[in-house]
Nanobody
Framework: QVRLVESGGGLVQAGGSLRLSCAAS????????MGWFRRAPGKEREFVAF????????EYADSAKGRFTISRDNGKRTVWLQMNSLKPEDAAVYYC??????????????????WGQGTQVTVSS
């Protein structure tokens, strides 16, 4: 069982930055690929970013490219999402998720086995 706990959300003005963290409670954290997803009010949860088990591969949703950066430290069992140049449309609950190290397609929710409880990001215009 993997427990994921997100933190770092909050209220920020448009153009500002936030750094989300996701701490995992499993010693074999390096066995898991990690993703960030978000759900805005009235919308379905959507993929934001992915990082492979060793950090060697990252992928981003088009909306995140050039503004967001995903990273991880397996020794600290933590994955981060650095979000810059935030826009009001980035407001959502952000979730981290853990999937197998040989994950196939990285965007579908079904590929991920474990989920955190989410952290709220609010962006004022």
């Amino acid at each position: 069982q993997v427990r994921l706990v997100e933190s770092g959300g909050g209220l920020v003005q448009a153009g500002g930055s936030l750094r989300l963290s996701c701490a995992a409670s499993v010693r074999t954290f390096a066995n898991y690929a990690m993703g960030w997803f978000r759900r805005a009010p009235g919308k379905e949860r959507e993929f934001v970013a992915f990082i492979s088990w060793d950090g060697g591969t990252t992928e981003y949703a088009d909306s995140a490219k050039g503004r967001f950066t995903i990273s991880r430290d397996n020794g600290k069992r933590t994955v981060w999402l650095q979000m810059n140049s935030l826009k009001p449309e980035d407001a959502a609950v952000y979730y981290c998720a853990a999937g197998p190290d040989d994950i196939g397609s990285v965007t579908p929710e079904d590929e991920y086995e474990y989920w955190g409880q989410g952290t709220q990001v609010t962006v004022s215009s």
